[in-house]
Nanobody, 121 residues
Framework: VQLVESGGGLAQPGESLRLSCLAS????????MMWARQAPGKGLEWVSN????????MYADSVKGRFTISRDNTKNTMYLQMNSLKPEDTAVYYC???????????????WGQGTQVTVSS
C-alpha cells in the first residue's frame, strides 16, 4: 500500500497550488479519502475529505471557498486545488485513505509521507 503526495512547493500569498495523491496497493475507489495538514509546531488539522465515489465533500472552515478536493478513480488519484493561498496555509499536507469493512469489522487506514506547502512573500 502506498500513498504518494506531490505538488507542494513555495507560493506567494494569493497564488494557487494543486496537490495530488497517487494511491496504489488497494482498491482506491472503495476508500474515503482525506487531506490533513500540520503546521510548524502545531497538531494535525483536518482539511477536507471526499467520499469513495466523489459525490460528497467536506471542508474545514479555514479553507472553505478556497480549496477544492476531487478524485479520479480511474487514475487512483486524489487532488486538492488550493487557491487564494495564505501564509497560514503553510504546512505539511498529508493524504489519508480509510475504509471500514462492515462484515469483518476491520478498519483500514493509510497515510502518505506528506508534501510541504510554504506560502510566503
Amino acid at each position: 500500500v502506498q500513498l504518494v503526495e506531490s505538488g507542494g512547493g513555495l507560493a506567494q500569498p494569493g497564488e494557487s497550488l494543486r496537490l495530488s495523491c497517487l494511491a496504489s496497493g488497494f482498491t482506491f475507489s472503495t476508500y474515503g479519502m482525506m487531506w490533513a495538514r500540520q503546521a510548524p509546531g502545531k497538531g494535525l488539522e483536518w482539511v477536507s475529505n471526499i467520499y469513495p465515489d466523489g459525490d460528497r465533500t467536506m471542508y474545514a472552515d479555514s479553507v472553505k471557498g478556497r480549496f477544492t478536493i476531487s478524485r479520479d478513480n480511474t487514475k487512483n488519484t486524489m487532488y486538492l486545488q488550493m487557491n487564494s493561498l495564505k501564509p497560514e496555509d503553510t504546512a505539511v499536507y498529508y493524504c489519508n485513505a480509510e475504509y471500514g469493512d462492515i462484515v469483518t469489522q476491520t478498519e483500514y487506514n493509510y497515510w502518505g509521507q506528506g508534501t510541504q506547502v510554504t506560502v510566503s512573500s
